[in-house]
């Protein structure tokens, strides 16, 4: 028989529920099975509807349908489990499952005190906390925006040194100070350029274009050697400073030749890229000289301020080249621009983060970064699309809501500043990173549980550095979201946080830190098996893994790190540091670093502008200033 809707009585109305009628009954079924009174209301246009919100109850009507088949089912299926169970037995299984229930199911005694729920039962572990977090949420509603916003609130002790340095030295130089850059002589006048500009682009296209694809190098190199003067062309110059940049073994330049050859091709690069962004018909050219640049400018030289002007007038030109020229360029023209497009707001969030403090990647959600990684241009290979697609799938985890709302607290931290984290932004974290990995493609998971404390062991079967970059990622934000988390937060009588809730988290925090440090160490480790010019990969890794370790010599000292990881830690430092450019080491003993961050007095930029290359200089005294400080803070706990 079929059912059909007739009208709202009173006591079925204050349930929330409505009266269905078999045809020819006189009552509604279900107030016969509850025994309520079913007394109908005359049908009128507003009958059952308070705010006059039709829409409204037939909406409650249908998630009501929904509940009732979705119980009819969870029946079924349970006198399913029943019968398939012999007779005799269903007796000891009705009691075992009631046991088993209340075994997994663990009950918490709640109050309210000054209009906030307090949580007033023992939590024993991280799992009962995960459960309370989610029962809490679904069924105290509409109290869960205030169990949403209890937290923890942490002081503020000391900046890092390996991550917060070169922000806040350029944050605290004195007002109207001017960067007196090392004057550097210029090279002779007799020096082949033509020949030193051969081997140069010759070796950014074999060892880094091949895999990055920033350039299409039939296209390109048809072009260089057409030119009869490869000083008229800045792309060709930037080129060769993006080479003159990296560590290529393979150049026998001392650090002061590199800069000579770099400042010769820089400065008649950028009196031509001024000109060029003035010029409509050579904005894609101008794009890509910029991007070429912030390598040189931000890293070598350390010119936050010149790279930021640099790539917002080249940003503002994309925004043109997309409105104007999108439908007139050619497919090469066309990928070129998305993918220097792309780097260039990369840096320019870089140079925020330098300059700012700022950690905010969540508009790059809206490049067509992915479309950039599908778009491969002929003669490309697979390394250049898993580059792409690492690239986008960065974003998606850096960019995201989570990422982006937490950082704000992190970033504070880093600097040494008070800072708060959410209880619900604290427990997301498992489950946020884990379901980010399970999205990448096969060629990315190179495991099933990427937080598993055994994890590290999967590192020496890769043997591509860009397939380790996301598993990298994911431990680098591990390691700089749980160490935040190690020392205790600040509580008073009124807070709602228990004391179960604190250890339980901060055990967890300790676990996921030791994990990602060693998982880190092993990477930096793999990394220089894999591709030893992959040095800047290694200094990143480097930077994270030396603020977690120091995190965990300063503010726990009852946490032991594991020997082996420490003694592989240093004989990486030992590797990485035979790379940097020579003469560019400064000892502890004469670094001002660390005094500097504690008292923002006696900036050290002085002292780097003195080298050729300041920046790689800069990055020799934060690494030494962490491992000084690691190797106190190691000897005093093993007094």
Same mark, same amino acid.
């Given at each position: 028989?079929?059912?059909?809707?007739?009208?709202?009585?009173?006591?079925c109305r204050?349930?929330?529920r409505k009266c269905?009628w078999?045809?020819?009954?006189k009552?509604?079924e279900r107030?016969f099975?509850?025994? !309520?009174i079913?007394?109908?209301y005359e049908?009128s246009?507003?009958?059952?509807v308070? *705010?006059?919100?039709?829409?409204?109850?037939?909406?409650?009507?249908r998630?009501?349908q929904?509940?009732?088949v979705?119980n009819?089912a969870?029946?079924f299926?349970h006198?399913?489990?029943r019968a398939?169970?012999p007779?005799h037995?269903?007796h000891?299984?009705?009691?075992?499952?009631?046991?088993q229930?209340?075994?997994?199911?663990p009950?918490?005694?709640?109050s +309210?005190?000054?209009?906030?729920?307090?949580?007033?039962s023992n939590i024993r /572990?991280?799992?009962e906390l995960l459960?309370?977090?989610?029962a809490?949420?679904?069924y105290?509603?509409?109290?869960a925006?205030?169990?949403?916003?209890e937290?923890?609130?942490?002081?503020?002790i000391? !900046?890092?040194?390996?991550?917060?340095?070169?922000?806040?030295i350029?944050?605290h130089?004195?007002?109207?100070?001017?960067?007196?850059p090392?004057?550097?002589?210029l090279?002779s006048?007799?020096?082949n350029?033509?020949?030193e500009?051969?081997?140069?682009?010759?070796?950014?296209?074999?060892?880094?274009?091949?895999? #990055?694809g920033?350039?299409?190098?039939r296209?390109?190199?048809?072009y260089?050697?057409?030119?009869?003067?490869p000083?008229?062309?800045p792309?060709?110059m930037?080129i060769?400073?993006?080479?003159i940049a990296?560590?290529?073994?393979?150049l026998?330049y001392t650090?002061?030749?590199?800069r000579?050859? !770099?400042?010769?091709?820089?400065?008649?690069?950028? /009196?031509?890229?001024l000109?060029?962004?003035?010029?409509?018909s050579r904005?894609l050219?101008?794009?890509?000289t910029t991007?070429f640049l912030?390598?040189?400018?931000?890293d070598?030289?350390?010119?936050? !301020?010149?790279a930021?002007?640099?790539v917002t #007038?080249a940003?503002l030109?994309?925004k043109?080249?997309?409105?104007?020229?999108?439908d007139k360029?050619t497919d090469?023209e066309? +990928?070129m621009y998305?993918?220097?497009y792309v780097t260039?707001?990369?840096?320019?969030?870089i140079?925020?983060?330098?300059?700012?403090?700022?950690?905010n990647?969540? /508009?790059?959600?809206f490049?067509?970064?992915?479309r950039?990684a599908t778009d491969?241009?002929d003669?490309?290979?697979?390394?250049?699309?898993?580059?792409l697609t690492?690239?986008?799938?960065t974003v998606?985890l850096?960019?995201?809501?989570?990422?982006?709302?937490?950082m704000?607290?992190i970033?504070l931290a880093?600097?040494?500043?008070?800072?708060e984290l959410?209880?619900?932004?604290?427990l997301q974290?498992?489950?946020i990173?884990?379901e980010?990995w399970?999205s990448l493609?096969?060629y990315?998971q190179?495991c099933?549980?990427?937080?598993?404390?055994s994890?590290?062991? #999967?590192?020496?079967?890769?043997?591509?550095?860009? #397939?380790?970059?996301?598993?990298?990622l994911?431990?680098?934000?591990?390691?700089?979201i749980?160490?935040t988390?190690l020392?205790?937060?600040?509580?008073?009588? *009124?807070?709602?946080v228990t004391? *179960?809730?604190?250890?339980?988290?901060?055990?967890?925090?300790v676990?996921?830190?030791l994990t990602s440090?060693k998982v880190l +160490?092993?990477?930096?480790k793999r990394?220089l098996?894999?591709?030893v010019?992959a040095?800047?990969l290694s200094?990143?890794?480097m930077?994270?893994?030396?603020h977690a370790?120091?995190s965990?010599?300063?503010n726990?000292?009852d946490?032991?790190?594991p020997?082996?990881v420490l003694?592989?830690l240093?004989?990486?430092f030992?590797?990485?540091s035979?790379?940097?450019?020579?003469?560019?080491m400064?000892?502890?003993?004469?670094s001002?670093?660390?005094?500097f961050?504690?008292?923002?007095?006696?900036?050290p930029?002085?002292l780097?502008?003195k080298f050729?290359m300041?920046?790689?200089?800069m990055v020799?005294?934060?690494f030494f200033?962490?491992?000084?400080r690691?190797e106190?803070?190691v000897?005093?706990?093993?007094?």
């Open positions: 028989m079929s059912q059909h809707i007739f009208s709202i009585p009173a006591d204050s349930r929330r269905t078999e045809k020819g009954e009552k509604c107030c099975q509850t025994g !309520a079913c007394i109908p049908k246009d507003t009958a059952g308070l *705010d006059g919100n039709k829409q409204l109850l037939e909406w409650w009507d998630t009501s929904l509940e009732d979705l009819s969870q029946e299926v006198e399913t489990s398939l169970i007779k037995d269903q000891h299984y009705g009691e075992k499952e009631q046991r229930q209340q075994q997994q199911e009950q918490w005694t709640l +309210v005190v000054n209009g906030r729920v307090r949580l007033e /572990d991280y799992e459960k309370y977090h989610q809490s949420i679904r105290l509603s509409p109290l925006g205030l169990l949403q916003r937290s923890f609130r942490f002081e503020g000391s !900046a890092s040194v390996a991550i917060a340095s070169t922000s806040l350029f944050r130089l004195p007002p109207h100070t001017i960067q007196r090392l004057a550097i002589p090279p006048c007799t020096f350029y033509r020949q500009m051969d081997q140069l682009i010759r070796l950014y296209m074999d060892r880094y274009n091949v895999c #990055v920033i350039l299409h190098e296209t390109f190199m048809n260089y050697h057409r030119l009869k003067d000083l008229t062309s792309v060709a930037g060769c400073i993006d080479a990296y560590f290529y073994p393979q026998k650090p002061l030749e590199k000579q050859l !770099a400042e010769y091709f820089y400065g008649r690069c950028r /009196d031509m890229l000109d060029m962004y003035e010029d409509p904005r050219e101008a794009v890509m991007s912030m390598q040189y400018l931000q070598v030289l350390m010119q936050y !301020a010149e930021r002007r640099l #007038v940003l030109i994309c043109d080249l997309e409105i104007e020229m999108y360029m090469i066309l +990928v998305r993918r220097h260039l707001l990369w840096w320019e969030r140079i925020d983060i330098f300059l700012e403090g700022k950690f990647f969540s /508009d790059m959600k490049v067509d970064i992915k950039s491969l241009l003669g490309e290979t697979d390394s250049i699309r898993q580059y690492m690239w986008h799938v998606r850096i960019g995201g809501p989570y990422v982006t709302t937490i704000k607290q970033s880093v600097l040494g500043q008070p800072y959410s209880l619900d932004m604290i974290f498992e489950t990173l884990r980010w399970k493609p096969g990315f190179i099933e549980d990427p937080l598993s404390p994890i590290y062991q #999967v590192v020496d079967t890769v043997t591509s550095s860009i #397939v380790l970059m996301p598993f990298a994911l431990h680098s934000i591990s390691a700089l749980q160490s988390l020392k205790p937060p600040i509580t008073s009588r *009124d807070d709602t004391d *179960d809730m604190i250890r339980i988290i901060q055990e967890k925090a676990a996921h830190t440090i +160490v092993h990477i930096i990394n098996e894999i591709d010019e040095i800047p200094i990143g890794y930077m994270g893994t030396l370790v120091c965990v010599v300063d726990s000292a946490i032991q790190l020997p082996d003694d592989l240093f004989r990486c030992t590797q990485i035979a790379s940097f450019p020579s003469g560019h400064i000892d502890p003993s004469t001002s670093l660390e005094s961050l504690a008292t923002f007095k006696g900036n930029i002085d780097y502008q050729p300041p920046g790689y200089a020799s005294d934060v200033t962490c491992f000084n690691l106190r803070g000897l005093h706990l093993a007094l």
